[in-house]
């Protein structure tokens, strides 16, 4: 009813949606946007305190599609609302819509940050968008406190106020855990207080008063390292980042170490702790970084391999050791953060996505969501390399996947003077086709190493992206063969026998080191990545034989290694197929940028349950054709197949021209 009292009904457009609904005279203006679907934020319900369903209503003679809207065709400001005008918090035309009432024909602004499920800022090209839709909820409530007469306990009248005012079901769970806070929350807060509910289905947090923080931490658990992003879960935002070597190292560098190493009795849970434990230190750091604390954490989303998985929830991890190297879960879990021993907020779930087959886990997954292979019509080969190669090959139609036994190589170890990428490793590589001089570059430092005094270098070993490169230099220069073999018979002060015997070529010379000694590219080192790379493009290729095709349409390298990769000096050397430089893209770490979509947006959480069951698993190591594939991938850049869009530039011909 309006304040003249009648009962007529207004039509109300709501922009920039565009949709139109006539409603009874007196309709809060959130009620009528949520006839037509337009979702409206409402942190505190509509008790006029959060300030969250702001809208602007539009004023002129015609108005927006013949509608007469103005100022006056809204109830009068409420106290709320003349409060937060004073001070500042709402504009002229502003106003809270769970207050206003419509009182005439209206045509309503619902800005970005009022509106539910608003889409997220893009933050680098080729990341994908994802509605803002998380799991965590946070409700502000009030009640009044127990008075003598009162037979229902606290979660009752509070549940029962979760369920008139914002709709919660009416048998809504409760943590006991949480629910140990409620009375002191409640106390606290003078009966008021905020809830943290979880999927609309169990309240996980009583805090007193108003609180509007929310965050969630996307783990991305590495065989080598854990990366960890701490992300608003009102705003979408990536809030602080922290990142640390998985402290399994010390039971084995790669997968199946661990197996064996979780095998003595007590091991496993050795491990599992270590790994826990090290996920709420990320989560201590990142908050650290923002000002909050491990218990602001509300829910957490990991993706993994199969074997850090298991070991993350204290799975047994024989099996996956052994063919047909099947786990013991592969759907998405959700368990406690207590369960797990992470030390965040206890009452806290942790998401784990799910697992698609053998060591391909839900890291791939997660990549997978992230680069979208699956809503494209281009034929999308998506490589993430790690310590193995993580291959998806598919479109909308369908979605192929396998792991390659590519072996550390390509992350700098296993080469003599190959180290991770850290500061004095060196990660470019020019060598000069005439001179077959060499200048370099070390992370961190923009300057070459013929502009700096050589003492002032600081070099300490190769980086896998240097390695690859100076593979690729040394093949235009003319140093290494088709073969992968170093030309030991050309006149050349770099190159020469090592003290072993082995053939070798000179990157840096003793003074630009702080290591005393020249860093060398070994003939052993060249093989190491010959090997590495037949892996991915043998397994690429096996792939397309399955699909059908010759080609994709576009190449997505994911992961650290391919986001610092120097593209055409990967392909040169026949890293991946050639569809044209044009259409290969870096994407850097996908799985993280998956998990992080899976925190924000539960739909991505079915859509990856979806894609983990429809993709279909290759297992290369039994695949006919495999053999013969990495024999001829081992060529630079290969024995058979072309790469025309850099043979003009790339082949020793080009550089002698
Ligand atoms: S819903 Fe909180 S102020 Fe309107």
């Not at 309709?27 to 337009?38: I, Q």
């Not at 103005?70 to 502003?94: N, W």
């Not at 003599?416 to 004095?424: D, N, Q, V």
């Not at 073999?485 to 026998?497: N, T």
Request: charged share 25%.
């Amino acid at each position: 009813m309006t304040k003249s009292g009648t009962t007529e009904s207004f039509e109300v457009c709501f922009l920039p949606a565009g949709l139109h609904a006539v409603v009874p005279g007196g309709t809060p203006l959130r009620d009528a946007a949520r006839l037509l679907g337009v979702e409206i934020e409402s942190l505190c319900g509509g008790r006029a305190s959060c300030g969250k369903c702001l809208v602007r209503v539009l004023e002129s003679e015609a108005g927006e599609d013949g509608l007469h809207s103005q100022a006056a065709h809204v109830s009068e400001l409420s106290d709320a609302e003349r409060r937060a005008r004073a001070a500042g918090r709402l504009g002229d035309q502003e106003r809270f819509s769970c207050q206003a009432c419509v009182e005439g024909e209206l045509v309503i602004y619902v800005p970005e940050a009022s509106r539910v499920g608003r889409p997220i800022v893009r933050k680098r090209a080729g990341e994908r968008e994802c509605a803002l839709a998380p799991a965590i909820r946070k409700y502000f409530v009030e009640i009044e406190l127990a008075t003598v007469g009162e037979s229902r306990g606290d979660w009752d009248r509070l549940q029962e106020e979760l369920c008139v005012r914002f709709g919660l079901d009416r048998n809504l769970a409760v943590d006991p855990l949480a629910l140990r806070t409620l009375a002191e929350a409640l106390r606290g807060g003078r009966g008021r207080l905020t809830v943290t509910v979880w999927q609309g289905r169990e309240a996980i947090r009583f805090e007193p008063g108003f609180s509007e923080r929310v965050l969630g931490l996307a783990v991305d658990l590495g065989t080598t390292t854990l990366g960890a992003l701490l992300c608003d879960l009102q705003s979408g935002q990536v809030v602080a980042q922290a990142s640390a070597h998985n402290p399994q190292i010390r039971w084995g560098e790669d997968i199946m170490n661990r197996i064996a190493s979780a095998k003595p009795p007590g091991q496993l849970a050795a491990m599992q702790q270590a790994v826990a434990e090290a996920i709420g230190e990320l989560a201590r750091d990142a908050t650290l970084a923002i000002d909050a604390k491990p218990d602001d954490v509300v829910e957490v989303v990991v993706v993994a391999n199969t074997v850090m998985h298991h070991i993350l929830l204290g799975l047994d991890v024989h099996s996956l050791g052994v063919v047909p190297f099947s786990p013991t879960l592969s759907r998405s879990l959700d368990v406690k953060a207590r369960d797990l021993g992470i030390p965040i907020l206890p009452s806290a779930n942790v998401h784990l996505l799910p697992i698609e087959a053998g060591f391909v886990g839900a890291d791939n997954v997660a990549a997978m969501l992230a680069a979208a292979p699956h809503v494209s019509e281009e034929l999308t080969l998506l490589i993430d390399i790690g310590t193995n190669g993580e291959l998806v090959l598919g479109n909308r139609d369908r979605l192929l996947s396998a792991s390659c036994p590519t072996g550390p190589a390509l992350e700098g170890a296993n080469i003599r003077f190959g180290m991770r990428a850290a500061r004095g490793a060196i990660e470019k590589i020019r060598v000069d086709p005439a001179t077959h001089e060499v200048r370099f570059r070390t992370i961190g430092v923009p300057r070459w190493s013929d502009r700096q005094p050589p003492e002032e270098i600081g070099a300490r070993g190769l980086c896998g992206s240097a390695v690859l490169e100076a593979v690729a230099e040394l093949v235009r220069a003319g140093l290494i063969d088709s073969t992968g073999r170093l030309y030991s018979e050309l006149p050349c002060r770099r190159l020469r026998q090592g003290t072993d015997g082995m053939w070798e070529f000179v990157i840096a010379w003793a003074e630009q080191t702080v290591i005393g000694e020249d860093i060398t590219l070994t003939q052993a080192d060249v093989r190491a990545i010959q090997l590495a790379k037949a892996a991915l493009y043998a397994g690429s290729r096996l792939l397309l034989e399955r699909f059908g095709a010759e080609q994709p349409d576009r190449v997505v390298l994911a992961g650290a290694f391919g986001s610092v990769i120097d593209l055409e000096r990967a392909l040169a050397i026949g890293l991946f197929p050639d569809c044209g430089l044009d259409n290969v893209t870096a994407v850097g770490n996908a799985a993280g940028d998956g998990a992080r979509m899976a925190l924000l947006n539960v739909t991505s959480r079915q859509e990856a349950e979806l894609l983990a069951r429809r993709v279909e698993y290759l297992e290369l190591s039994t695949a006919r054709g495999f053999n013969d594939a990495f024999v001829a991938a081992t060529q630079l850049p290969h024995a058979e197949d072309r790469f025309p869009s850099t043979e003009t530039r790339w082949s020793p011909k080009a550089a002698a021209g």
